[in-house]
């Protein structure tokens, strides 16, 4: 636990977030007595001063001027001052800098768009934000990919469509998603089914002057449902949108365990392309360990059928930082990947939500250092290049291992659309089933309006109703 001490509560998230990355795990509390340690803030009208103490005294202090006329620039400097103070007493150099938001890219697009070339984008993240080299290379390549792609973009015709299907054939320990497992819920598909298609008859009355862009049927694992239930699945959304219209439509395939011949099949009939078949680790140990369930061997064979169903564009998500995984398991886990072939590649490092199995037991779990973590992320971006790949979207998490990011490598011309529209939010997103948040833009006003469906099956199923509900104070 680190006490935190302010007299002025306006930056406490940016001076929390900074705390959060240069002691990760630990709580912060506020008014605490230090255990071990105390951060305290003091602002004074023109300048900020932090110490890091611990009973026996001050370990490190740093002082400087601050403009709190702009907010924004007061914050960064706070942040640098801050930074400048932890790092000389924890001797850490975070790669990421003071930038703790989770779309970093954003920055680097705002930044080229105003014309800014690369020494001027170098300099300015250097100095504003204390960014790595590495970091710098990676944000700026992919902000100027998501850029390349998004060129033509017409936001105000087209929207999206994520499509949740809330099961999986077990619980991973880290899971933070909305998932419930097949076998207790395996009796009320059907009925979810059903309440999912009046969500979608709703749907399919709106947006009438906007054209579907692209489909994600994520959860969950969609292919938990029969090879039946997905063909029933995929010919009530072709009844209702044209899927040759569609620039996209990804199905997440996550679990081997999930995936059989017939399924693919289903999906290819409808001239889906994409699914994405997700390893998270090819060590059978971790995979035991989290609580996967299935076997290296199976994402052999689930990737290898994948190919001979035809399926010309499979990504593979894999996680950096997944208990007691070093630098060497990433590096056999790419190796693997590499002769496998996907054609893009998503590059996570563990995030752990409060809720989830692994928080809760984490002396059950050896947690992987930052600089472990970091090595992974350095190898994986190798790997994609040896692939022919370049990342081409970013984004960071709360509790996400070692302060890193995820980021998503294609090779060209097989980036997923869907991942760059949902980080961007300026696209309206619609989205259907339990657990689906939908992000409404509003033309013209920089602004989203969010629609929230309930989480659990039961309610999404009971309440199907209040879901329509809920949408049509937006969408009428
Ligand atoms: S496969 Fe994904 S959604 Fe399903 S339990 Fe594991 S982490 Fe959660």
Known sequence: MIGLILNSSSYENEIRALMMAFFPGEKIVLDAAPDPYLVRVIFSPDAVKVTLEDTAGVLSENEGPCDFSDYKLAKNTLKRIAYDCFSRYT??????????????????????????????????????????????????????????????????????????????????????????????????????????????????????????????????????????????????????????????????????????????????????????????TMKQ?????????????????????????????????????LPGESAVDMENTLAQIESLGPDSMTV?????????????????????????????????FESAVRMGMAPYYLYRQKNIAGNLENVGYAKPGREGLYNILIMEEKQTIAAVGAGGSTKIVIPGENRIERVENVKSVKDYIERIDEMIARKKRFFD
């Open 91 to 280: 001797k850490k150099v975070l790669p990421w800098g003071t930038l703790t938001g989770i779309r970093p890219t954003k920055i680097a697009l705002t930044l080229l768009n105003e014309g800014c070339d690369d020494k001027a984008l170098y300099d300015y993240f250097k100095e504003e934000y204390y960014l790595s080299d590495e970091k710098f290379r990676l944000c700026t390549q992919v902000a100027k990919n998501e850029r390349a792609i998004l060129k033509d973009m017409d936001y105000d015709h087209t929207y999206s469509l994520y499509v949740g299907i809330p099961f999986c054939p077990t619980i991973c320990a880290y899971c933070s998603f909305s998932s419930f497992p097949l076998k207790a819920w395996k009796n009320r598909v059907n009925d979810y089914l059903d309440a999912l298609f009046k969500e979608l008859d709703y749907m399919s009355g709106i947006s009438t002057d906007k054209q579907l862009l692209t489909l994600y049927m994520g959860g969950g694992t969609p292919t938990s449902l029969t090879a039946g239930q997905m063909d029933r699945l995929l010919g009530k959304l072709s009844s209702i949108y044209d899927f040759d219209k569609i620039r996209e439509i990804t199905i997440e395939a996550g679990r081997p365990d999930s995936i059989t011949m017939d399924k693919l099949k289903v999906i290819k009939s409808y001239g889906i392309d994409r699914i994405s078949i997700n390893p998270q």
């Open 348 to 380: 996570h490092s563990l995030a752990v939500k409060r809720a989830a199995y692994l928080n809760q037991n984490r002396d059950k779990f050896a947690i992987t250092p930052q600089e472990e973590v970091n090595r992974m992320i350095g190898l994986s």
């Open 285 to 321: 140990e971790t995979l035991d360990l989290i609580g996967r369930k299935h076997t290296v061997e199976q994402i052999r064979e689930a990737f290898a059928m994948a190919r001979m169903a035809g399926f010309g564009n499979i990504n593979m998500d894999l996680i950096a930082g």
